[in-house]
Nanobody, 120 residues
Framework: QVQLVESGGRLVVPGGSLRLSCTISGRTSNIYSMRWSRQARGKGREFVATIAWNGGMPAYADSLKDRFAMSKDNVQKMVFLQMNKLKPDDTGVYYC?????????????WGNGTLVTVSS
């Protein structure tokens, strides 16, 4: 099992940038991929980005790929989400997820999220 802790969320003005971090602990050997999702108040959880744990390029939601960039550090066991040109619609709780291969199949573990507020 893995544990995930997100950090870096805060109030930022429109047009600003922010980098979120996700710290991974526990057994990481069975992680297949990592992901970021977000949830605005009153809405469902939305896919943001994903990256394979052992290589490959990240993939993004089409509407975000020009402004967001996901990266990882396997040694430090961290993933990041760089967000640029932020808009009020980017406001929400951002969650880090780990897709882990278990005896019960592939299971996604989630952190508790970090709040991003884009407002002037």
């Amino acid at each position: 099992q893995v544990q995930l802790v997100e950090s870096g969320g805060r109030l930022v003005v429109p047009g600003g940038s922010l980098r979120l971090s996700c710290t991974i602990s526990g057994r990481t050997s069975n992680i297949y991929s990592m992901r970021w999702s977000r949830q605005a108040r009153g809405k469902g959880r939305e896919f943001v980005a994903t990256i394979a744990w052992n290589g490959g390029m990240p993939a993004y939601a089409d509407s975000l790929k020009d402004r967001f960039a996901m990266s990882k550090d396997n040694v430090q066991k961290m993933v990041f989400l760089q967000m640029n040109k932020l808009k009020p619609d980017d406001t929400g709780v951002y969650y880090c997820g780990a897709d882990v291969d278990t005896t019960d199949g592939r299971v996604t573990y989630w952190g508790n999220g970090t709040l991003v507020t884009v407002s002037s």
